[in-house]
């Protein structure tokens, strides 16, 4: 008897614990992802990728720690305001879009810090290469919008080296100046929608 006591026990724990997780969508209209990296180390292109999608689960509408994020970017979707530069950018000097068309962030875990701001760390695949990598990330609230919808809002940044992950284009001036930087300033907002 005790063991079915047990077992019923575990399964209403279960199933409180299935319904408190909030699922969110990112609304793909207000979210982005920009960055920008230095050019023949006097200035900075930046651009961002048109195409993301992601989810995100919490314990509820108001406690983001410990929110699980896994996110999808379309490699294709590159945009920096030039064609050739945008081509060159989806060739396998860069991302190598047709072999690679995805970059993803999955198992992020954020991890609130102090006041709005938390660590999101997670797991980064660009190209074949896949490295834990740490977000700061400033948490915006949440509302309810004018249609009825709950939304919040999050601001991540990270600088990565882009040749940690085999994006190893590497012209350099006649003076040995990169004319790329390996260095690369990533900022991603999101704006998320309960489910």
Request: aromatic share 12%.
């Amino acid at each position: 008897m005790k063991k079915y006591l047990f077992l019923f026990a575990f399964l209403i724990a279960f199933v409180q614990f299935s319904i408190a997780q909030v699922k969110w969508d990112a609304d793909p209209l207000h979210s982005n992802v920009h960055f920008s990296v230095n050019h023949l180390g006097i200035s900075f292109v930046d651009g961002l990728f048109q195409k993301m999608s992601g989810t995100v689960e919490t314990k509820n509408d108001k406690d983001w720690n410990g929110a699980t994020f896994n996110f999808t970017i379309e490699t294709a979707s590159i945009d920096t305001r030039v064609k050739q530069r945008d081509d060159h950018l989806r060739s396998d000097d860069f991302f190598n879009a047709e072999k690679y068309p995805h970059i993803t962030l999955k198992n992020g875990k954020l991890t609130k810090v102090k006041g709005d701001k938390y660590t999101l760390n997670g797991d980064l695949t660009i190209r074949d290469v896949t490295k834990t990598v740490a977000f700061d990330v400033t948490f915006h609230g949440v509302i309810t919008d004018p249609w009825g919808n709950t939304r919040a809002g999050l601001t991540g940044t990270i600088e990565i080296d882009r040749t940690a992950f085999n994006i190893k284009y590497d012209n350099k001036l006649p003076s040995g100046v990169d004319e790329v930087g390996k260095k690369v300033k990533i900022e991603v907002n999101t704006e998320l929608v309960k489910q």
